[in-house]
């Protein structure tokens, strides 16, 4: 196998593979993919190699460095199990510190690519039947597969959420310590458990005679308003690159969209608007305590931040009309 030896993310890529699938031989070389803020996607196809995966149009996907589980491949393997609509996980594990999992290939473009003069009216029902389709599998199955690589703390999206402001509290400044009193303060029960994406929206669906959902990094087994609440506020925010003058209305127009995203999902799966709101603040509030504990690190190293940092005083601004404290919004 031969990569340009300037590209070091290609050769550390070319070197996992032949360290997990030793005897293997790439067809063409490996293609880097778009998308995946966190992670590093890779297409590629095998020559030579294990006879379920050689021949096959595959995907490599490499974690960062600091991430310390595999629990997104053990979910998304599972759910493709059980009929979910997601590439098939072949293999996964870890490679000198590196997690890894290796996938079909889907082809297609994403739901915003798609047909992007749709969207607005297309999407949020999109959003909204692929969201209950994941909400309705057994999370049993999900949860014993999490278990067996000691990553039960997957199995509760609520107490990880809480556990990350908490992280950032001592950065983010003392106002925030009285939305985290709030969060507290109102902490509903999860009576139902689902499996959640964490992440879902059109960048992450891929379309293709069907829908197929990607990126799984932030999946975990939660509340069903978990997820509602985090597609509500992907839509509203726009965390994206966009110019200055462009946000407010692609924003106004995202609100829209989240409204009808909601009102989408409700018809299918009722639950109350309090519940909603109190995962509509926990999410937001992680959010801005992460970009607000990462304001002297350099964007440009944490695409992530990157994008969600633009939007700190909607954020902020949401969280004062929600909850009724005092942030200082702009």
Not at 49 to 62: N, T, W
């Given at each position: 196998m031969s990569v340009a030896a300037s590209d070091e993310s290609l050769s550390a890529a070319v070197r996992l593979i032949e360290s997990v699938l030793p005897?293997?031989?790439?067809?063409?070389?490996?293609?880097?993919?778009?998308?995946?803020?966190?992670?590093?996607?890779?297409?590629?196809r095998l020559a030579e190699g294990p006879g379920d995966i050689r021949g096959r149009e595959l995907v490599l996907r490499l974690l960062p460095e600091t991430a310390s589980s595999m629990t997104e491949a053990v979910i998304q393997a599972e759910v493709a199990k059980h009929g979910f609509a997601t590439p098939l996980i072949r293999r996964f594990g870890n490679s000198d510190g590196r997690r890894y999992s290796v996938m079909d290939h889907v082809e297609g473009a994403t739901l915003f690519d798609a047909d992007r003069l749709g969207a607005l009216r297309r999407i949020p029902n999109q959003l909204a039947d692929v969201m209950v389709a994941l909400h309705d599998l057994d999370p049993a199955p999900v949860k014993e597969a999490l278990a067996a690589i000691d990553c039960a703390s997957a199995c509760d999206a609520q107490s990880v959420a809480l556990a990350d402001i908490d992280a950032c509290l001592g950065v983010a400044g003392p106002t925030y310590q009285v939305v985290r009193e709030w969060l507290s303060a109102n902490r509903p029960p999860v009576t139902r458990e689902v499996v959640c994406h964490g992440d879902l929206h059109a960048l992450n669906i891929l379309t293709n005679g069907g829908l197929s959902v990607i990126d799984w990094?932030?999946?975990?087994?939660?509340?069903?308003?978990?997820?509602?609440?985090?597609t509500k506020l992907l839509m509203m925010a726009v965390p994206m690159e966009l110019p200055p003058f462009a946000r407010p209305l692609i924003q106004r127009f995202g609100r829209i969209s989240a409204q009808r995203f909601e009102q989408a999902y409700l018809a299918h799966s009722p639950m109350?608007?309090?519940?909603?709101?109190?995962?509509?603040?926990?999410?937001?509030?992680?959010?801005a305590v992460k970009v607000l504990a990462a304001h002297d690190e350099p964007q440009r190293s944490n695409p992530v931040i990157a994008g969600w940092a633009p939007t700190l005083g909607l954020l902020t601004r949401r969280i004062e009309s929600l909850t009724g404290a005092q942030l200082g919004s702009s």
């Amino acid at each position: 196998m031969s990569v340009a030896a300037s590209d070091e993310s290609l050769s550390a890529a070319v070197r996992l593979i032949e360290s997990v699938l030793p005897g293997s031989t790439l067809a063409d070389g490996l293609d880097r993919l778009n998308g995946g803020q966190s992670a590093q996607i890779f297409r590629f196809r095998l020559a030579e190699g294990p006879g379920d995966i050689r021949g096959r149009e595959l995907v490599l996907r490499l974690l960062p460095e600091t991430a310390s589980s595999m629990t997104e491949a053990v979910i998304q393997a599972e759910v493709a199990k059980h009929g979910f609509a997601t590439p098939l996980i072949r293999r996964f594990g870890n490679s000198d510190g590196r997690r890894y999992s290796v996938m079909d290939h889907v082809e297609g473009a994403t739901l915003f690519d798609a047909d992007r003069l749709g969207a607005l009216r297309r999407i949020p029902n999109q959003l909204a039947d692929v969201m209950v389709a994941l909400h309705d599998l057994d999370p049993a199955p999900v949860k014993e597969a999490l278990a067996a690589i000691d990553c039960a703390s997957a199995c509760d999206a609520q107490s990880v959420a809480l556990a990350d402001i908490d992280a950032c509290l001592g950065v983010a400044g003392p106002t925030y310590q009285v939305v985290r009193e709030w969060l507290s303060a109102n902490r509903p029960p999860v009576t139902r458990e689902v499996v959640c994406h964490g992440d879902l929206h059109a960048l992450n669906i891929l379309t293709n005679g069907g829908l197929s959902v990607i990126d799984w990094e932030l999946a975990a087994i939660g509340d069903p308003a978990f997820d509602v609440a985090r597609t509500k506020l992907l839509m509203m925010a726009v965390p994206m690159e966009l110019p200055p003058f462009a946000r407010p209305l692609i924003q106004r127009f995202g609100r829209i969209s989240a409204q009808r995203f909601e009102q989408a999902y409700l018809a299918h799966s009722p639950m109350s608007s309090e519940l909603i709101c109190w995962y509509d603040v926990l999410h937001t509030t992680r959010i801005a305590v992460k970009v607000l504990a990462a304001h002297d690190e350099p964007q440009r190293s944490n695409p992530v931040i990157a994008g969600w940092a633009p939007t700190l005083g909607l954020l902020t601004r949401r969280i004062e009309s929600l909850t009724g404290a005092q942030l200082g919004s702009s």
